[in-house]
């Protein structure tokens, strides 16, 4: 069984997520989309379990790829990518790439993981055109002015998060 982790903060989690998560299922038969916890930070926009609860949600959107969701376990993890990775014994660690700035951090990334985990091998997968612009950030600014537009790059149940966080201005 290949099995393939997708970590990231997912705050919020955006269709660009989604997207990065129905291809990477087409590469691996289980897919870990974690939670990277770093207790030394703050803890973004939403706390860990709301943006679990949030990927498990947004999962329930995904009727328009088709895939079973038995294939996916979401959750969240501290430490070391590499130590999850082997104690779960997946193989490839998926990347979202949406521009240069991510490839370059990446790419410095999987050196660190060749030399210190050479068995776990990182899959890059380039955001579709569509995607490319998305960030959690832009999403988090378009929600604090209640713009319409956030409802095209979110899920109904991120979108509703992201209102309830940003109450009227």
């Not at 939403?46 to 959107?61: N, T, Y």
């Not at 996916?72 to 700035?101: M, P, S, W």
Request: contains cysteine; hydrophobic residues 40%.
């Amino acid at each position: 069984m290949k099995r393939g982790i997708y970590a990231g903060s997912f705050d919020p989690t955006t269709r660009g997520h989604l997207d990065v998560i129905r291809r990477a299922s087409l590469i691996v038969d289980e897919l870990h989309i974690m939670i990277g916890v770093n207790p030394k930070k703050t803890t973004g926009l939403f706390p860990v379990e709301k943006r679990l609860a949030l990927i498990e949600g947004s999962l329930e959107h995904m009727a328009w790829f088709g895939g079973s969701r038995s294939g996916f376990h979401v959750g969240e993890f501290t430490g070391l990518l590499v130590e999850y990775c082997r104690k779960h014994d997946i193989r490839f660690n998926i990347r979202g790439l949406r521009a240069v700035q991510d490839f370059n951090y990446e790419f410095e990334m999987h050196g660190i993981n060749c030399d210190v985990a050479p068995e776990i091998n990182t899959v890059f997968l380039v955001a579709a055109p569509e995607f490319q612009f998305i960030s959690s950030s832009i999403i988090k600014e378009l929600a604090t002015h209640q713009s319409p537009a956030m409802h095209k790059y979110v899920t109904p149940c991120v979108a509703s998060a992201l209102l309830e966080a940003n109450p009227s201005a």
